[in-house]
């Protein structure tokens, strides 16, 4: 407990001089993480763009913010959340699971569901009425003749 | 006949969607702040940047933040709304200068007008972030307990104020 309390000290200081001394966007690591975590963002400005690629003003702030925020040794999931709990659920390019995000996460399993079953029950009772139609002795003759007929016609 | 019905439907259900999807305005996003306590700050007042103003001292009171900037295009629309709001002396309206320099800021509420209590200055826009600003104009309605009521993002106009703002001020000022 005691060696863990003095290595975090020691870790401490360090880290909070790192994130001040020099330009956290030219840190090749938090700059790597920093756009792995963006590049699942939504801009909020300019909405179809995610937040590494956007160039609104409010983009840049927030990657900074964000770089801030790495260098602090945040997880990302608290970084997601801080983001969350200021603009929402639509900052996010996977939104959570909840009671209301039901039909948008499996609506489209439910429709393929449907209109596979509606496909297997229309193929069912085609191949069934197919079977029904059975020729009476008569027409089978008559349809014998034809084909013959045709046979004729082609020789 | 019957099997016209289920496509039938089926457009049907689709045509819903998209018609409701039409009058939808992307751009207004819920703020998840809504119900929540107003973030807490303390800024440097505009015309006076040696004072600063927090948040916190307008517990007890019924209020509006107005997130503005010189440099917004919206704002001009809006402007004039707030002016003639704050005159009726019915809400208090608090300015945030958001991503602005001061002299500009000074300057469009000399040409235009100051309807604000007083304004603070968000140069660096990090309150801006806090209060989940993404678009200027925004303004928040906040009630006694500090608690926001109330977002409307873009220009507030008369209509709006009458409708929506005004009722809701009432209501949380009676409670």
């Known amino acids: ?155 | 006949m019957m099997r016209f019905i289920w496509p039938l439907v089926a457009f049907l259900i689709l045509a819903a969607f998209l018609y409701k999807g039409l009058s939808l305005n992307p751009r207004e996003v819920n703020s998840p702040l809504i119900d929540k306590p107003a973030p807490a700050f303390s800024l440097p007042q505009l015309h006076d940047p040696a004072k600063s103003f927090s948040a916190e001292e307008m517990k007890g009171k019924v209020w509006l933040l107005n997130v503005w900037a010189s440099w917004c295009v919206s704002c001009r629309e809006e402007h004039p709304v707030l002016v003639e709001l704050s005159k009726q002396n019915i809400v208090p309206i608090y300015g945030l200068d958001y991503k602005d320099n001061r002299a500009d800021g000074e300057g469009w509420l000399t040409r235009g007008g100051d309807p604000y209590t007083l304004s603070v200055s968000d140069m660096d826009g990090r309150v801006g972030i806090d209060y989940g600003v993404y678009g200027v104009p925004e303004t928040y309605l906040i009630d006694k307990q500090g608690i926001i009521r109330y977002k409307e993002i873009g220009p507030v106009t008369t209509e709006k104020l009458r409708d929506v703002i005004l009722p809701k001020v009432a209501e949380l000022q009676a409670k």
């Open chain 1, 1 to 155: 407990m005691k060696r863990l309390l003095i290595l975090l000290i020691c870790l401490l200081p360090s880290s909070v001089f790192a994130g001040e001394a020099k330009d956290l966007a030219k840190d090749p690591v938090i700059e790597k993480r920093m756009v792995a975590l963006a590049e699942n963002l939504r801009c909020l400005v300019c909405q179809n763009e995610s937040l590494a690629s956007s160039h609104a003003e409010l983009a840049e702030d927030l990657r900074k913010e964000v770089r801030e925020m790495i260098a602090k040794g945040m997880t990302d999931d608290q970084i997601t959340e801080y983001l969350v709990a200021r603009y929402g659920n639509f900052v996010l390019y996977t939104p959570p699971v909840k009671s209301y995000t039901l039909l948008l996460w499996f609506g489209p399993f439910a429709l393929f569901l449907i209109g596979g079953g509606a496909l297997f029950y229309q193929l069912r009772k085609r191949r069934s009425t197919m079977q029904e139609a059975e020729l009476s002795p008569e027409a089978e003759q008559r349809a014998a003749a034809m084909l013959n007929d045709d046979k004729d016609n082609h020789a």
